[in-house]
């Protein structure tokens, strides 16, 4: 397995850049984070600044349009340029919440095959009832009602949908979330329960990335903050309210 950089930490890049290989350019160009278990960091800006670029590298997509073209990357402990095995391993303790998940669940699957899905497909002699309680407390704990799990995706609502496919990136318990737009399509009242189960994770020792422009999020997360334009870093700080602008140099968020 490729020797870790940085074994302390739970995300972390140095000068990372990564290129769209159909388009020939750069998405992401020098970003520079560390990452602690139990720590957040929300990633904000515009609408085609390489947020969830960003994101999807870190989680160990399977994006074959996307590569990195320079720096370092890893997550887990596992660099973000492994293959194999190791980048089986990155994606086991990775959970991943993809942006716009919740239109792109499994259509032929019921609800609870889906959260279960990335334990069933890893192990298929797994204990069903252990499995079947498993996410019926990951479905209550996001106040999905105990009918949803045998129902198929298009009888509920997106903002249900969309705590399906939260339920599903935590089923795993991953040292690391990489979570883009958790709050997407998500009505006011529902948006607490979801807050609470990702502080409670990170209380726990989880490492939370966040794609995000919602303030709020950011506040009630207590996130460090890294600002990407055109994707470059422009501005961090532990804080929103502390961001530091730099748009003519590289910037580093975390120790």
Same mark, same amino acid.
């Given at each position: 397995?490729?020797?870790?950089?940085?074994?302390?930490?739970? #995300?972390?890049?140095?000068?990372?850049?990564?290129?769209?290989?159909?388009?020939?350019?750069?998405?992401?160009?020098?970003?520079?984070?560390?990452?602690?278990?139990?720590?957040?960091?929300?990633?904000?800006?515009?609408?085609?600044?390489?947020?969830?670029?960003?994101?999807?590298?870190?989680?160990?997509?399977?994006?074959?349009?996307?590569?990195?073209?320079?720096?370092?990357?890893?997550?887990?402990?596992?660099?973000?340029?492994?293959?194999?095995?190791?980048?089986?391993?990155?994606?086991?303790?990775?959970?991943?919440?993809?942006?716009?998940?919740?239109?792109?669940?499994?259509?032929?699957?019921?609800?609870?095959?889906?959260?279960?899905?990335?334990?069933?497909?890893?192990?298929?002699?797994?204990?069903?009832?252990?499995?079947?309680?498993?996410?019926?407390?990951?479905?209550?704990?996001?106040?999905?009602p105990i009918g949803a799990s045998e129902k198929y995706p298009y009888e509920l609502s997106s903002g249900m949908r969309q705590r399906v496919a939260i339920a599903r990136s935590l089923v795993l318990d991953p040292t690391v979330l990489i979570a883009d737009e958790p709050y997407a399509n998500l009505d006011v009242d529902v948006r607490?329960?979801?807050?609470?189960?990702?502080?409670?994770?990170?209380?726990?020792?989880?490492?939370?990335?966040?794609?995000?422009?919602?303030?709020?999020?950011?506040?009630?997360?207590?996130?460090?903050?890294?600002?990407?334009?055109?994707?470059?870093? #422009?501005?961090?700080?532990?804080?929103?309210?502390?961001?530091?602008?730099?748009?003519?140099?590289?910037?580093?968020?975390?120790?």
């Amino acid at each position: 397995m490729p020797r870790v950089t940085e074994p302390d930490a739970a #995300i972390y890049c140095s000068d990372l850049s990564i290129a769209r290989v159909s388009a020939d350019t750069r998405v992401i160009d020098g970003v520079s984070l560390r990452v602690a278990p139990g720590e957040v960091v929300a990633v904000m800006g515009a609408t085609g600044s390489g947020k969830s670029s960003l994101a999807s590298c870190l989680a160990g997509a399977d994006h074959r349009d996307l590569r990195i073209v320079g720096g370092v990357g890893e997550v887990a402990g596992i660099s973000l340029r492994a293959r194999g095995r190791a980048r089986r391993v990155l994606t086991y303790r990775t959970g991943h919440l993809r942006q716009g998940a919740n239109s792109d669940l499994p259509a032929r699957l019921t609800i609870s095959e889906i959260v279960a899905e990335p334990i069933t497909a890893r192990d298929r002699k797994v204990n069903a009832r252990a499995l079947a309680l498993r996410v019926a407390a990951l479905l209550d704990e996001l106040q999905l009602p105990i009918g949803a799990s045998e129902k198929y995706p298009y009888e509920l609502s997106s903002g249900m949908r969309q705590r399906v496919a939260i339920a599903r990136s935590l089923v795993l318990d991953p040292t690391v979330l990489i979570a883009d737009e958790p709050y997407a399509n998500l009505d006011v009242d529902v948006r607490p329960a979801v807050l609470d189960a990702l502080r409670r994770r990170v209380d726990d020792g989880m490492a939370l990335l966040v794609v995000t422009n919602e303030r709020e999020l950011v506040a009630d997360l207590e996130a460090q903050v890294l600002v990407l334009r055109a994707g470059r870093p #422009i501005g961090v700080g532990p804080t929103l309210d502390d961001v530091l602008w730099t748009p003519d140099e590289a910037t580093r968020i975390g120790g």
